[in-house]
């Protein structure tokens, strides 16, 4: 078992490993840094942290596929520039976790957590039901105890929906404080890598270490002027006299049973010593924001995508464009099995970035849930932070039911490209639901520190079943 003292920057994020005939080597490696870590040697900050990446970014030494038969291959030998920060830090790169698809953009009826390569992810709460996405492997992989840490990447709710409906911590970053760079992207307006957990506290030891800038990636250059040690900035006794704003506008669409719990959280952080401030009324534009976002998305992947697969190894790569990716798929029956690709058609019927219909769609998403969104709700309430339910309970994965998804947080922060904290609730019918708190453009420390003192006030986590 690996033990380790207070001084040990990773102390809440090891995994016990057993030592004995036949270890693992990666186990070998974690024993060692132990007994580094006890001598005060360690070798970086995660020095024999054992982590997961989702399987859109790119290491070195393993494929990365996004899920799709068609990069089975991909294999250039590079480690995305966040990947290169956890090994200089120590940590252990276990292996990859399975995803829904091309991160759940290949169509409007895809199934969260399924890939042709690593099949249905399950949610460790209840197998039939979804772990959500298009971080699933990531999220379960943690909550079952597989890594103390998992990288996910989020465009619009792939970290925090997961995280939430497997009783996780999940940390969608501001857009430009993590690098994309060798992530196999979406839309480099709403593209972003970051930490689930089980706690805050490892989630901001994780940031800390993958934030930061990189020439490759231009969203990042205030990075290195932006970050902070997310952990020494956690304060259990934040909430005291925070003001927090409640998207009361969003409730509607949530579940009974996730809408009872909310309002329990609300009793936590009254209790905490935070002044909850109702938000009645949401942006004025918040029912046009999706298809504006949607008009945003299919045009940067069609750009951004091609871009990627220009930039892979074409003996490993034989899709060299978004428009070789669905002849592909076209061709593979194990790709439309389930369902189709229309988002991807659409993606490639789009023109270019130059295009006045895209232009006018990402300045008035925007502005919409950035300036005149989440920054003007911050300041006519004078509050620090907002706060909903992430979304209610997982839902079933037969997509013949009525049991669908109810609710969701992310979009405003998603489109503004602003932090959002997913942390443990409660439960609505037995499975787990969160908390978002979401803030302005590069408030990242403070969302950590306000979610770390809710977590540390009501310790809603609950692990999953045995089997």
Not at 298 to 303: A, F, V, Y
Request: hydrophobic residues 40%; contains cysteine; glycine residues 10%.
């Amino acid at each position: 078992m690996a033990i380790y003292g207070p001084g040990h920057p990773a102390w809440a994020l090891r995994v016990d490993q057993g030592a004995g005939e036949g270890v693992a080597p990666n186990a070998l490696v974690v024993l060692a840094s132990d007994i580094r870590w006890s001598k005060g040697e360690g070798e970086g900050y995660l020095d024999g942290l054992p982590i997961l990446l989702k399987d859109n970014i790119e290491t070195r030494d393993m494929p990365t596929t996004a899920g799709s038969l068609a990069l089975a291959a991909n294999a250039p030998g590079r480690d995305a520039p966040l990947v290169a920060r956890l090994r200089d830090a120590g940590a252990i790169i276990l292996g990859k976790t399975n995803l829904s698809e091309w991160a759940n953009i290949r169509a409007s009826d895809s199934i969260s957590g399924w890939s042709a390569v690593g099949g249905q992810t399950r949610n460790p709460y209840a197998p039939e039901r979804t772990p959500c996405g298009s971080s699933s492997g990531s999220a379960t992989a943690v909550a079952i105890g597989l890594a103390p840490v998992a990288i996910g990447t989020e465009t619009d709710g792939s970290i925090t929906c997961p995280a939430a409906v497997n009783g996780v911590v999940g940390f969608k970053p501001t857009v430009g404080l993590v690098s994309r760079t060798h992530i196999v992207p979406i839309s480099h307006s709403q593209d972003t890598a970051g930490p689930i957990a089980t706690t805050v506290e490892d989630a901001a030891i994780v940031l800390t270490v993958i934030a930061g800038s990189d020439p490759a990636d231009p969203a990042t250059l205030e990075a290195d002027a932006r970050k902070v040690d997310y952990r020494a900035a956690l304060d259990a006794n934040s909430l005291r006299g925070a003001r927090i704003g409640v998207m009361r506008f969003l409730l509607p669409s949530f579940s009974a049973e996730t809408r009872a719990e909310f309002e329990r959280a609300l009793a936590a952080l009254r209790a905490a010593g935070a002044e909850v401030v109702e938000i009645e009324q949401g942006p004025a534009d918040l029912p046009a924001i999706g298809g504006w976002e949607l008009t945003v998305l299919l045009t940067e992947l069609k750009h951004d995508l091609n871009a990627y697969l220009a930039s892979t190894d074409p003996t490993q790569v034989k899709t060299r464009t978004l428009a070789d990716v669905i002849a592909f798929n076209a061709a593979e029956p194990r790709e439309l099995v389930l369902f189709g690709q229309d988002l991807f058609e659409a993606a490639q019927a789009t023109g270019e970035l130059s295009d006045p219909a895209y232009v006018e769609a990402r300045a008035r998403s925007l502005q919409a849930a950035g300036p005149d969104g989440i920054d003007r709700m911050m300041a006519d309430h004078r509050v620090v932070a907002l706060i909903a339910p992430t979304t209610s309970r997982a839902w079933t994965n037969d997509p013949r039911d009525e049991d669908e998804m109810q609710g969701s947080a992310s979009r405003l922060a998603a489109v503004a490209g602003y932090p959002h904290l997913s942390v443990p609730m409660g439960f609505d019918r037995g499975m787990p639901v969160g908390l978002s708190f979401i803030g302005g453009k590069w408030d990242d420390a403070r969302i950590l520190s306000l979610g770390h003192a809710y977590e540390r006030a009501t310790r809603e986590r609950r692990p999953p079943p045995l089997p």
